[in-house]
């Protein structure tokens, strides 16, 4: 199977264009997009705001995204408050249910690990939350809010409403988490802020990660917490469940295939897009054999508004190329929620049934 196969987007593409904002995403200039945001975020309109971060396609929802960043970046006289969050992957696994405290005990220790990497660079006043805050967390941020704490420090910052969301660990396989640390600095705007000359993580993550680990150490838990390049706050979560989303497919895939191979050889693979119920989607990947129907194993991204179903098809061929998966089949049909006789995920010997026409 050619590893070029796309799967269909599956999401369902509700109009909203009478919403300002949905309007000047649909134009192609970017000053018309920008204006109106501008616009939006001096009338504090937030609800619209969230509608356009959620736009369809995705290169609609991703062009918001990257201009509403710009817009609170910009906001002040010379000098601005920078806000970012660096995302936490977090691998934990316990014989039995454990807690991961919420909150950093020594966050003045990650402050000095990053200036001592050379990652603040010349930002000033720089700071990080002891709060471990959740992706839903970050949703809920206000952008009119952000904006006028970043053009005025006189303003309440909404970080110190953010609170610490503790990890529950359940005891058996591994499973992968995802928070956030946030912060915040001042960075002249002619100067790289935070979030450029903390971009190279390979000059500060793999210290990070040692200090995490230390700070969140307990008896009996294997935890590994590994930080992502940070991002600008409104665009976080984004990011971060991004990559939340590949290191379960690759703990999920290092685990089945280790448990396939063991017992009967290779899987077969099939790709498949599910609209669900609610109007959203998934890309699917389901593991099975012919030769065991209890071997039957699945694995679900969740399509954010801007993710490509394109890229994530593409990911998912790649990752099973690098795994040497041999059967690989994409399925080019968008599929319900569930399947007929209630399955979430498509076994090989379903295929004839679904798809006659399918080989």
């Given at each position: 199977m050619s590893n070029t196969e796309t799967l269909p987007d599956p999401r369902e593409n509700v109009s909203t264009a009478t919403h300002p904002l949905i309007h000047a995403a649909a134009q192609a200039d970017d000053v018309v997009l920008r204006t109106a945001l501008q616009q939006a975020l001096e009338t504090s309109d937030d609800a619209g705001i969230r509608t356009?971060?959620?736009?369809?396609?995705?290169?609609?929802?991703?062009?918001?995204?990257?201009?509403?960043?710009?817009?609170?970046?910009?906001?002040?006289?010379?000098?601005?408050?920078?806000?970012?969050?660096?995302?936490?992957?977090?691998?934990?696994?316990?014989?039995?249910?454990?807690?991961?405290?919420?909150?950093?005990?020594?966050?003045?220790?990650l402050r000095g690990l990053l200036e001592e990497h050379g990652a603040v660079g010349v930002t000033?006043?720089?700071?990080?939350?002891?709060?471990?805050?959740?992706?839903?967390?970050?949703?809920?941020?206000?952008?009119?809010?952000?904006?006028?704490?970043?053009?005025?420090?006189a303003q309440r910052a909404p970080l110190t409403e953010l609170q610490p969301e503790p990890i529950k660990v359940a005891g058996s396989r591994e499973q992968v988490h995802l928070r956030f640390i946030t912060g915040a600095g001042i960075t002249p705007q002619h100067l790289p802020s935070f979030l450029e000359s903390a971009s190279n993580i390979g000059t500060w993550g793999m210290a990070m990660t040692k200090e995490l680990a230390r700070q969140l150490a307990q008896s009996g838990l294997e935890i590994l917490p590994m930080p992502r390049p940070p991002q600008p706050l409104l665009t976080a979560a984004h990011a971060g469940r991004r990559a939340q989303l590949e290191a379960a497919l690759s703990?999920?895939?290092?685990?089945?295939?280790?448990?396939?191979r063991m017992a009967v050889g290779d899987p077969e693979a099939v790709l498949s897009a599910h609209k669900l119920d609610n109007g959203a989607g998934e890309l699917r990947l389901s593991l099975s054999t012919p030769f065991d129907d209890s071997?039957?194993?699945?694995?679900?991204?969740?399509?954010?508004?801007?993710?490509?179903?394109?890229?994530?098809?593409?990911?998912?061929?790649?990752?099973?190329?690098?795994?040497?998966?041999?059967?690989?089949?994409?399925?080019k049909q968008v599929l319900p929620e569930r399947l007929p006789g209630g399955s979430v995920f498509v076994a090989g010997r379903m295929l004839e049934s679904l798809l006659p026409t399918q080989h």
């Open positions: 356009a971060l959620a736009v369809q396609p995705p290169a609609r929802a991703q062009r918001v995204a990257r201009l509403l960043a710009a817009a609170l970046d910009a906001n002040g006289e010379g000098i601005g408050l920078r806000f970012f969050a660096i995302p936490l992957v977090i691998v934990a696994g316990s014989r039995k249910p454990a807690t991961v405290s919420g909150a950093l005990p020594e966050v003045h220790v000033r006043n720089f700071g990080l939350g002891n709060a471990l805050v959740s992706a839903e967390a970050l949703d809920a941020i206000s952008p009119s809010a952000l904006w006028r704490a970043a053009g005025d420090t703990l999920f895939l290092g685990n089945t295939l280790r448990k396939f071997l039957f194993e699945g694995f679900a991204w969740p399509l954010q508004p801007q993710d490509d179903t394109v890229e994530v098809s593409q990911l998912f061929q790649t990752v099973l190329a690098e795994c040497r998966v041999p059967s690989v089949t994409v399925l």
